[in-house]
């Protein structure tokens, strides 16, 4: 029951965005759980009613897997639009589902998003001008991982 005079947030598609990945890199087993960093390459497609650019290179999505089998995902990298401005962004989530997804997943093959959970959290900075609003919202995203990519859904909670 949603209590009276709540308000319930909405959400306002804003992208959805497509990357190609470099092999992951192994940092190994720590005590938080088994670290790896996955490479992100330029030139990825963002595309949306709300913006539309390409991923800038040099990023990185530094992966932990925790014992319980999650992943939690922290990347960093930019987005150049195709009006030329540049947006930093920081996008943390949980990656998991049922051992024999995972299992596939992990061995490359294409696995239907919907056979598990993959949501973040991603935070915008943005220049002052067209694209603040990315400044002063909140943004979800639901995500699908293939052998070497990967594709982003974002909205923004309204």
């Known amino acids: 029951m949603i209590p009276a005079g709540a308000v319930i947030p909405g959400l306002e598609f804003v992208y959805e965005a497509e990357g190609d990945l470099d092999p992951p890199i192994p940092i190994g087993e720590t005590v938080d759980g088994t670290r790896r960093i996955i490479p992100i390459r330029a030139g990825g497609r963002v ?60 061995a490359g093959e294409d696995v239907d998003p919907a056979d598990y959970y993959f949501r973040t959290v991603p935070e915008f900075i943005a220049p002052i001008g067209k694209y603040d609003w990315m400044n002063r919202s909140i943004f979800l995203c639901s995500g699908a991982r293939y052998k070497a990519g990967i594709k982003l859904w974002v909205w923004r909670v309204t």
């Open 47 to 106: 595309e949306g009613p709300l913006i539309r650019g390409r991923l800038v290179g040099g990023a990185s999505d530094w992966q932990l897997t925790r014992g319980d089998g999650v992943t939690v995902a922290d990347a960093i990298y930019a987005l150049h639009t195709d009006d030329d401005v540049v947006i930093q962004i920081r996008n943390r989530g949980l990656r998991h589902g049922p051992p024999e997804v995972m299992a596939r997943l992990g």
